[in-house]
């Protein structure tokens, strides 16, 4: 079973008196046989007038 997701946060920092925005996009992988969780993820990060951060996660989650 797969379930995909989107985030999406914009908010004001006033140390900098500016915005940061984050995106992400990922997806989990349920396999119910094994009693595990695949998620694979991408996200970008921008504060103020930096370069946006990207990254991307995969993690695994075993339900003991």
């Given at each position: 079973?797969?379930?995909?997701?989107?985030?999406?946060?914009?908010?004001?920092?006033?140390?900098?008196?500016?915005?940061?925005?984050?995106?992400?996009?990922?997806?989990?992988?349920?396999?119910?046989g094994h009693n595990?969780?695949?998620?694979?993820?991408y996200q970008s990060?921008?504060?103020?007038?930096?370069?946006?951060?990207?990254?991307?996660?995969?993690?695994?989650?075993?339900?003991?």
């Open positions: 079973k797969f379930q995909t997701y989107l985030s999406i946060d914009n908010r004001k920092i006033d140390a900098l008196n500016d915005t940061a925005s984050q995106v992400g996009l990922g997806s989990n992988m349920f396999l119910s595990a969780k695949l998620t694979l993820e990060l921008k504060y103020a007038t930096n370069k946006a951060v990207n990254t991307l996660t995969l993690q695994a989650m075993i339900y003991l």
